[in-house]
């Protein structure tokens, strides 16, 4: 394919999308069950760790004092229980950390359907954490995309993501430097970069335009949106908005 052609076939997929976060819905974790074993349950104690179990295994209380943030809770399902269970940072980044309760819901997780996946999702406390977080990527499935096509099936790296504007309105301390950050992820390397950041303004609806000079993540990476505050006031007119392309 020329490289004309392979330009019309990028513009021709290319989809324009927003996507939201607000007050606890920043979504840190997904987890999948990939056994065949019948009863598969979550169960989330956010003071102390996750447990996830089913008919023939148990990972036993995966604790937050060892696994202290959400990379290296991610890295132990993945590799020690990977057999049994599959896990997915969406909205958060490796270095966010799991402990002081800061993960929702402290209960028993029902799994819910979304991309063919029956997905346990597990959400960060927005005042414990005191931010809150979107990620840009292909897709925010963990083994299969948002159009239930396996991953394996779809060559790495095929896609790219660019973000076009940022929204966002959250109840802080006071206006702060650093406060709205960009990250780009590489998956191959497992690394976070920050590529830019802003000053947050308290508690006013704010749009930072990107039209006309989006940033855009390398083929196969994604981009993390992370709105952060010494101290972020719960409150139902918090959210972080991301308007983006995937292509």
Same mark, same amino acid.
């Given at each position: 394919?020329?490289?004309?052609?392979?330009?019309?076939?990028?513009?021709?997929?290319?989809?324009?999308?927003?996507g939201i976060a607000t007050d606890d819905k920043s979504l840190a974790i997904?987890?999948?069950?990939?056994?065949?074993?019948?009863?598969?349950?979550?169960?989330?104690?956010?003071?102390?760790?996750?447990?996830?179990?089913? !008919?023939?295994?148990?990972? /036993?209380?995966? @604790?937050? +004092? #060892?696994?202290?943030?959400?990379?290296?809770?991610?890295? *132990? %399902?993945?590799?020690?229980?990977?057999?049994?269970?599959? !896990?997915?940072?969406?909205? /958060?980044?490796? @270095?966010? +950390? #799991?402990?002081?309760?800061?993960?929702?819901?402290?209960? *028993? %997780?029902?799994?819910?359907?979304?991309?063919?996946?029956?997905?346990?999702?597990?959400?960060?406390?927005?005042?414990?954490?005191?931010?809150?977080?979107?990620?840009?990527?292909?897709?925010?499935?963990?083994?299969?995309?948002?159009?239930?096509?396996?991953?394996?099936?779809?060559?790495?790296?095929?896609?790219?993501?660019?973000?076009?504007?940022?929204?966002?309105?959250?109840?802080?301390?006071?206006?702060?430097?650093?406060?709205?950050?960009?990250?780009?992820?590489?998956?191959?390397?497992?690394?976070?970069?920050?590529?830019?950041?802003?000053?947050?303004?308290?508690?006013?609806?704010?749009?930072?335009?990107?039209?006309?000079?989006?940033?855009?993540?390398?083929?196969?990476?994604?981009?993390?949106?992370?709105?952060?505050?010494?101290?972020?006031?719960?409150?139902?007119?918090?959210?972080?908005?991301?308007?983006?392309?995937?292509?």
């Amino acid at each position: 394919m020329s490289s004309l052609e392979s330009l019309q076939a990028r513009g021709y997929e290319a989809r324009t999308m927003s996507g939201i976060a607000t007050d606890d819905k920043s979504l840190a974790i997904e987890i999948v069950h990939v056994a065949t074993a019948a009863s598969p349950v979550v169960t989330l104690a956010s003071a102390t760790g996750i447990t996830l179990a089913d !008919a023939a295994t148990t990972t /036993g209380s995966l @604790a937050f +004092s #060892t696994y202290t943030n959400l990379g290296k809770l991610v890295d *132990v %399902i993945n590799s020690d229980h990977g057999l049994s269970w599959k !896990a997915r940072i969406i909205d /958060g980044l490796r @270095a966010t +950390s #799991t402990a002081s309760s800061v993960l929702l819901p402290d209960s *028993v %997780i029902t799994a819910t359907t979304r991309g063919g996946e029956s997905i346990y999702e597990v959400f960060m406390d927005t005042t414990v954490n005191d931010s809150m977080f979107y990620r840009v990527s292909a897709d925010r499935g963990v083994l299969r995309d948002d159009d239930a096509a396996l991953k394996t099936e779809i060559p790495g790296g095929s896609h790219r993501v660019k973000i076009n504007g940022i929204k966002y309105r959250a109840s802080i301390s006071a206006a702060t430097a650093n406060g709205l950050r960009l990250y780009e992820y590489d998956p191959v390397g497992n690394v976070e970069t920050q590529l830019y950041q802003w000053t947050t303004v308290d508690n006013v609806a704010t749009t930072i335009d990107l039209t006309d000079s989006p940033f855009e993540a390398a083929y196969g990476n994604d981009l993390v949106v992370m709105l952060v505050d010494s101290a972020i006031t719960g409150a139902t007119t918090n959210f972080l908005q991301v308007d983006y392309t995937r292509e």
